[in-house]
């Protein structure tokens, strides 16, 4: 599957129809845009209604004897100022409120989006680019449908009603003004491409920049330990100078444009006042009718040069819309059959894998896995053992359905996963990780993060069987101390063991441990060993190990290399065997008599 990213960058060319996939969240709030236009409609029929009171006061005179007429006359424009500043306070408000709500729900839906995709999309995806995509992007659609969309339609009413009031005032001189505008416009419709080009590189060169930023500060403990401090900001220095310059090209695109089409409109008035000048001299039009033309005149130009300013903005959010509906359109690779399929009640727990085969999507035809066949029955604890690279993790993640095999069936209580909504799926199954993640949140949320309504005593009673309670406890807020992100804060054996109450606490028919003690020291390992065997109980286990010495109990080992079944059997039968187990376990056994003979010979030696 070729990536969103890629797939934008064979594509620059935004097309303003992109901003149709987003404009369905704006629709949903038909009252919010009716009081906008209301209010946009009033503000605007106030705006137009002043020229004709300035014509007035012109015509009538200004002098003693008319003092209380004028006096009037202000009065009422004092009037339509207080209705213009009311309506288009309200108007500001609606379509600035209208904006921030569909932005919200763009993100909101970006991001339920996201968490739907299959893990392979993400193997091609940098993850600061996507967030870039979620903060940079939506806010440039706040821009506008809220900003934006509000200065457009406000000058759009204004540049309308002043071309129709300068009609009525003047026919003859508006056709000058009529003649101007496909001068003024037709540029604006040309050069938008080029803005939209410009604008969708600026974009793209700053979620780059924002990818590398991400992924620096996430490990920022490799970064210092090697010292790389300075080439790293060197780097981003780069990345964020290239976003730069993408923004200038697309700035000077904008103010070309922007400059043009304000000298065509306001150039355009001019020649008109001189044309009307010419009348007024001859006496075929009054001072105050050409004043009152000169008005609705700069009001149109004003609106005509607002207009095109806006259409810039809406140039650049169609590149940011089309980056956005790139990721909306990204249908996930695994997803529930139009009608899943139902496990039986309760869940036994009995995996099967049935000649399967496969390879990684985007790493070629290379296999991972080639005709890999057993069954697990329920309640049964079969451990994967082999050399690293030989497949062992991949067949968790088939179990768990964030891929589909190349070729074969993987099945739950005879039931072809792939037939099941992944969702079920995946709650009848408990994972403990290798490397366990902890989120940036309190303790207690992160070991009821599968279980979310959970209570605080089942919480601890979880971590007890963990042996996680003595350290939680000590912490300053016990259970609600809040963690650092990716649970920095915490040793790799503290970590392991908050993944494994978070498993204990999900309570499900399956549990795969891959590698569920590999950070925990000697004393820690048989406290939770211990646990895990009573977790065990009852239920179908898979266990990944490289340290031998935790399955020698399993029920039965399955030996993989280069992805292939060699080896199955119990430890003792497959010792007998002589084969590739027995080899792993030599070398594991021998090297931990030699390191714990040496040790006494060391502290000898001191």
Partial sequence: MSSATDAGRRAPRASLGALKSVLPYALVYKGRIAAALAALFVASAATLVVPVAVRRMVDFGFSDANAGVIRSYFLGMLVVVAVLAIASGLRYYYVMTLGERVVADVRSDLFTHLTRLDPGFFDAEKTGEIASRLSADTTQLKATFGSSASIALRNLFMFVGAVAMMVVTSAWLSAYVLAAIPVIVLPLFAAGRAVRQRSRRAQDTLADATAFATESLSAVRVMQSFVAEKFTAGRYRQAAYGAYEAARSMAQARGVVTAAALF??????????????????????????????????????????????????????????????????????????????????????????????????????????????????????????????????????????????????????????????????????????????????????????????????????????????????????????????????????????????????????VLLLDEATSALDAENETLVQGALETLMKGRTTLVIAHRLATIVNAHRILVLEAGSIVEEGTHASLLAANGLYARLARLQFETGAAALTAAPVAEAAQ
């Fill in 264 to 509: 065509l409109a306001f150039g355009s008035v001019v020649i008109v006042l001189w044309a009307g000048a010419q009348a007024v001299v001859a006496g075929s039009m009054s001072g105050g009718t050409l004043t009152q033309f000169l008005l609705y005149a700069v009001l149109g130009a004003g609106a005509l040069g607002q207009l095109t300013e806006v259409w810039n903005e809406v140039s650049q959010a169609a590149g940011a819309a089309g980056r956005i509906g790139e990721l909306l359109a990204v249908e996930p690779r695994i997803a529930a059959p139009a009608k899943p399929l139902a496990l039986a009640r309760p869940v036994r727990g009995e995996v099967t894998f049935d000649a399967v085969d496969f390879a990684y999507p985007g790493r070629g035809d290379e296999p991972v896995l080639s005709d890999v066949g057993f069954r697990v029955a329920p309640g049964e604890v079969v451990a994967i053992v082999g050399p690293s690279g030989a497949g062992k993790s991949t067949l968790f993640q088939l179990a768990l359905r964030f891929y589909d095999p190349t070729r074969g069936v993987v099945r739950l209580d005879g039931v072809d996963v792939a037939k099941l909504d992944p969702a079920a799926l995946r709650a009848e199954i408990a994972l403990v990780p290798q490397d366990a993640f902890i989120f940036g949140a309190s303790v207690a949320d992160n070991i009821a993060y599968g279980a979310p309504g959970a209570s605080r005593e089942k919480i601890a009673a979880a971590a007890k069987k963990a042996a996680a309670d003595g350290f939680i406890s000590a912490m300053p807020q016990g259970y609600d101390t809040l963690l650092g992100e990716r649970g920095v804060t915490l040793s790799g054996g503290e970590r392991q063991r908050i993944a494994i109450a978070r498993a204990i606490l999900k309570d499900a028919p």
